[in-house]
Nanobody, 120 residues
Framework: QVQVVESGGGLVQPGSSLRLSCAAS????????MGWYRQPPGNPGKDREF???????????YYADSVKGRFTIAKVNTKNTVYLQMNTLNPEDTAVYYC??????????WGKGTLVTVSS
């Protein structure tokens, strides 16, 4: 069973930075992409919002308009790991951040999420 584990969440003040990590156990069919989504805490009925995505081959990145210029996604090939560097955080960024891994067969795996709270 593939495991996806996020880490790095916490409580920070507006304007601060935070780096999230996501590590995936070995993907037998190979990694196709990894990405980050978020969902406001205490609101499970709301769909997860796309944040950022990176193609494992080639490294092309994609960002939601709301985070462009503030967030950066990067990968470490040898560790099946991606990072999400989040700068200039604001209260609207408060959410549970989830990592999604997709293999070359189109199967998707999700982590359990890490909570980011931006508050003064």
């Amino acid at each position: 069973q593939v495991q996806v584990v996020e880490s790095g969440g916490g409580l920070v003040q507006p304007g601060s930075s935070l780096r999230l990590s996501c590590a995936a156990s070995e993907i037998i069919l190979g990694l196709n992409s990894m990405g980050w989504y978020r969902q406001p805490p205490g609101n499970p009925g709301k769909d997860r919002e796309f944040v950022a995505h990176i193609d494992w081959v080639g490294g092309t990145t994609y960002y939601a308009d709301s985070v462009k210029g503030r967030f950066t996604i990067a990968k470490v090939n040898t560790k099946n790991t991606v990072y999400l560097q989040m700068n200039t955080l604001n209260p609207e960024d408060t959410a549970v951040y989830y990592c999604k891994v997709r293999d070359f067969d189109g199967v998707e795996y999700w982590g359990k999420g890490t909570l980011v709270t931006v508050s003064s």
